[in-house]
């Protein structure tokens, strides 16, 4: 019972896992196929009498509910939509900004709902970081994924010195497609869920202050460095760069339908 038990715990414990920003649902979805090796591995293991139709009933369920369990994950990574958030005036800090760009400035690219809210919080003490350093910066809130494309597109074309990305990675990525093959660079500031590209390039995720110090650092010194990128055209002739995970089939079907839900 025991065995049983825990088995079915599992789901819950991604969940919570999740809620708390240790994982984020894209994770969970790109580990699908270990997911099933584990639960079948799992069920072998708990099924006394070693019956397969015993290890079917037991590994069915358990994959379902993980399944499950990721499924919330992804809609739990989504960022809420502002009309169902309530300002905090009081709670709520300030963005600094320049009243107009201009060249040579930074760009600021803010997803303010990205991480449950986090966004903007994270924002303002960039921000104010890059205030105290005297560097000059132009703030953008986009309210949609073409949007921040087009906000990075308008930064190369004011000659940016740099476009710094407040969210999570789905911001990051779409501010990427303006970037690749120019000079500007790139800079991470984490606040969303997951943040898997922000980790994979080093950028500090754990503390808003490092964060922003690391940043403020990078554009006094001119700091950078090139990476590779990833390149995709699928079947309408679409195409898109990607620094994260290029997902098929499966998990690309599970992600596409949470985004509508």
Not at 22 to 44: M, N, T
Not at 146 to 161: I, L, N, Q, S
Not at 183 to 200: Q, T
Not at 213 to 232: C, E, I, P
């Amino acid at each position: 019972i025991l065995v049983f038990g825990i088995g079915f715990l599992v789901p819950l414990m991604l969940v919570l896992l999740n809620f708390a920003g240790v994982l984020s649902g894209r994770r969970l979805l790109g580990w699908w196929r270990w997911i099933i090796i584990l639960v079948l591995a799992f069920s072998a293991v708990a099924t006394p009498t070693g019956d397969p139709i015993n290890l079917m009933l037991l590994a069915g369920p358990i994959f379902v509910l993980v399944m499950v369990a990721v499924g919330i994950s992804l809609l739990h990574d989504r960022p809420h939509h502002p009309s169902t958030r309530t300002p905090r005036r009081s709670t709520t800090p300030r963005l600094h900004s320049t009243t107009a760009a201009e060249v040579g400035q930074a760009w600021l690219i803010v997803n303010p709902e990205a991480g449950g809210g986090r966004g903007r919080q994270h924002a303002a003490a960039l921000s104010a970081v890059l205030a105290e350093a005297g560097l000059g910066c132009t703030v953008v809130q986009p309210t949609s994924g073409e949007g921040t494309r087009e906000a990075a597109h308008e930064a190369v074309a004011a000659g940016a010195r740099a476009v710094l990305v407040c969210g999570g990675d789905g911001t990051v990525h779409e501010a990427l497609q303006p970037l690749v093959g120019t000079d500007v660079p790139l800079g991470v500031m984490a606040a969303g869920s997951g943040d898997d590209i922000a980790l994979a390039l080093g950028f500090p995720r754990d503390s808003p202050g490092a964060a922003a110090g690391f940043l403020a650092a990078a554009l006094t010194s001119g700091s950078q460095r090139s990476v590779d990128v990833g390149h995709a055209t699928v079947g309408d002739g679409t195409q898109a760069y990607f620094l994260g995970v290029l997902s098929t089939g499966f998990d690309s079907a599970v992600n596409e339908r949470a985004n509508t839900m």
